[in-house]
């Protein structure tokens, strides 16, 4: 019962360098998504896919790519990493978009200096 | 604007009851979550209300009111595991998620 799987834990990465957050969920769920959670806020939507093939920009896409080559896996890509984009990110997937629960993952510490 | 409110802290006493309330201007809507999520892990889901009313589920109730944009969450028989913060999202009439800050909640011995 692995659920939803994220790596790495912790990142520290220097301005302008890029990255790779990996998502993996063994539930068979269609719809992923990515978050972003930074104090005194709510999280925020990065970017989602509805199934395998499809994705979606949230609130906060910019500076951020994502793929969905598979069901399986949704990583998140930092293209040119900003102090702005330090925060914690959550995947998460669900049975659906609308009123199913998320399953987070663990969560990735990320750090831009 | 769409909008979710909730206190930013509270704390209660270990057995106690304590209510955390959250009040919401969303365009539509198609119901409400609450979350809950120890420091430093991920959100776990609690209870989804998407009718008035009050749902039971344990310790944790849930209740909605549509006309007024309220929820709240009931906590009962507190313990100290209960320490967390406590995280209300409504979907909006896209059926986006709309989240909340979230209630931070202390429980003391």
């Known amino acids: 019962n692995a659920g939803v799987t994220q790596t790495p834990k912790f990142q520290v990465l220097k301005t302008g360098q890029s990255m790779t957050l990996q998502c993996a969920q063994d539930?068979?769920?269609?719809?992923m998504s990515w978050y972003r959670q930074d104090p005194g806020m709510g999280l925020r939507l990065i970017h989602y896919?509805?199934?395998?093939?499809?994705?979606d920009q949230g609130e906060v896409p910019n500076g951020y790519n994502v793929s969905r080559s598979t069901t399986e896996d949704f990583p998140l890509r930092l293209l040119s990493a900003a102090p702005s984009q330090t925060s914690v990110y959550f995947c998460?997937?669900?049975?659906?978009?609308?009123?199913?629960?998320?399953?987070f993952g663990n969560g990735t510490r990320l750090t831009v200096t | 604007g769409q909008n979710i409110d909730q206190p930013t802290e509270m704390t209660a006493t270990e057995g106690a009851i304590v209510q955390i309330n959250c009040t919401y201007q969303?365009?539509?809507?198609?119901?409400l979550f609450w979350y809950q999520q120890h420091a430093g892990e991920a959100p776990t889901f609690l209870s989804y209300?998407?009718l008035d009313g009050l749902e039971e589920k344990g310790r944790f109730s849930s209740f909605l009111s549509r006309s007024k944009g309220y929820s709240y969450l009931l906590l009962k028989e507190l313990q100290m595991k209960d320490s967390a913060s406590y995280l209300c999202?409504?979907?909006?009439?896209?059926?986006?998620?709309?989240w909340g800050a979230g209630t931070k909640l202390i429980i003391k011995p």
């Open positions: 998460a997937s669900s049975t659906g978009p609308e009123n199913s629960p998320l399953h």
């Open positions: 209300n998407v």
């Open positions: 539930m068979n769920h269609e719809y």
């Open positions: 896919s509805v199934g395998a093939g499809i994705t």
């Open positions: 999202a409504t979907l909006d009439s896209n059926y986006q998620l709309i």
């Open positions: 969303t365009s539509g809507f198609n119901g």
